[in-house]
């Protein structure tokens, strides 16, 4: 019988050399291995010239860089936005986001098939939870987009599929392979990984401090009308989680962003401004204002006119605000819209 072949990108440079000395090399052969990977960038074994021959037969033989079959890439919106669906090896599917000059070359990926968490505005929460991604399956949607566009990434979002922090450890070890100075690269500060506000992972975040942003989907500012939207909110009340935000913002030096999507009547109330202030005492933070894209949950959005009044409501809180200029909608791109369950069409 013949052995399944290792995939290579996911593994750590240490995962890597002990992979090289299980062949009978020496250390510093995974190291090499690492660089041409991550660095450099190299998909195939026959490109790494500085590999004896024989160690580049036998890694042929036995290991695979690792891939993700795209199944589809639509055509480029006006702004740029593309999206595109992976085939991963056990046929499920994802997608990722390319957003050029936001205001970098911004990527945004999966780290779950599906969500368990069913927020009720967004698609990949109806899709259902079908499995983690490895740490191999993370990092690929960017190599994988870098080579699609031809051209280097520089900022990496997790607000694609899935919850971030219910894959703790694949999301954190993609994290690090991401940011590795002799790997791939990326600043940490260009790294952002938004939940909807798991706390017992927040306290391990605060612990492991990883080298990247934490972005937190608030969206509402009671637990009662947050529960209505976000079932997560029954086990994660607002105060346990602006006190584990707090010390989040004091270990990691970040301030933390908060994700609040405008819904009618819900959200966008003098009064929820007034929250915001009370909520946020202490922690430094940013509120990023996003439009509700349609997703067929019968939520109203809130009009243009009602998102500019509550903006002038937190400035008058002190409260510091930007509006997410939503990209991708037409072409279900834009966030909370991503939903993978369509017939797989090789593309
Ligand atoms: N599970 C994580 C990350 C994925 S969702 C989280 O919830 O934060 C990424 C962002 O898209 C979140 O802020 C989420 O609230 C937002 N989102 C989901 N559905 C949306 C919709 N219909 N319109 C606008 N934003 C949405
Ligand atoms: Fe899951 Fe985030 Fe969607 Fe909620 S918004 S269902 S946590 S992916």
């Known amino acids: 019988m013949t052995q399944a072949k290792t995939t290579l990108i996911g593994l750590t440079r240490d995962e890597l050399e002990s992979f090289a000395r299980d062949l009978g090399q020496p250390d510093y052969r995974g190291r090499q291995l690492y660089r041409w990977l991550y660095a450099r960038r190299a ?3 026959d490109e790494m010239s500085d590999l004896p021959t024989a160690f580049r037969d036998e890694l042929t033989a036995r290991a695979e860089p690792g891939c993700l079959a795209l199944g589809q890439r639509s055509p480029s919106a006006p702004d740029g936005t593309q999206k595109f669906l992976f085939e991963l ?6 997608e990722s986001v390319h957003l050029p000059e936001s205001p970098g070359q911004t990527v945004c990926i999966s780290s779950q098939v599906g969500c368990a968490l069913g927020c009720t505005f967004c698609a990949t929460g109806r899709m259902g939870f079908y499995r983690d991604l490895s740490a191999g399956e993370i990092v690929l949607q960017v190599m994988e987009i870098e080579q ?5 990434l520089t900022n990496v979002v997790f607000m694609g599929m899935g919850e971030p922090l219910h894959n703790y450890e694949n999301v954190v ?5 991401l940011t590795d100075k002799d790997g791939l690269g ?3 500060s260009r790294i952002t990984v938004s939940t909807v506000g798991i706390i017992p992972a927040i306290e391990r975040w605060c612990n492991d401090n990883p ?10 500012t009671t637990d009662e009308r947050r529960l209505r939207i976000v079932p997560a909110a029954r086990a994660f009340p607002l105060d346990a989680l602006m006190k584990s935000l707090r ?15 405008m819904i009618a009547g819900l959200n966008d109330r003098r009064e929820d401004a007034a929250n915001l202030r009370v909520l946020l005492r202490n922690i430094p933070a940013k509120v990023n204002l996003i439009r509700l894209h349609p997703t067929g949950s019968g939520l109203p959005p809130s009009d243009d006119e009602t ?15 930007t509006l997410r200029v939503s990209r991708g909608v037409e072409d279900s791109a834009a966030c909370g819209m991503l939903f993978s369950n369509e017939p797989f069409r090789p593309g």
Not at 148 to 152: D, N, P, R, S, V
């Open 186 to 188: 990326f600043t940490p």
């Open 148 to 152: 699609l566009i031809g051209a280097a």
């Open 173 to 177: 070890k993609a994290v690090r392979l």
């Open 307 to 321: 998102i500019h009044r509550f903006m002038g409501w937190l400035v008058e809180e002190e409260i510091d605000c």
């Open 89 to 94: 090896a056990d046929g499920l599917r994802i």
């Open 43 to 45: 998909r195939r074994f």
């Open 211 to 220: 080298p990247a942003k934490l972005a937190v989907s608030l969206h509402a």
């Open 247 to 261: 010390r989040l913002a004091h270990v990691t030096r970040y301030p933390v962003t908060f994700e609040y999507i």
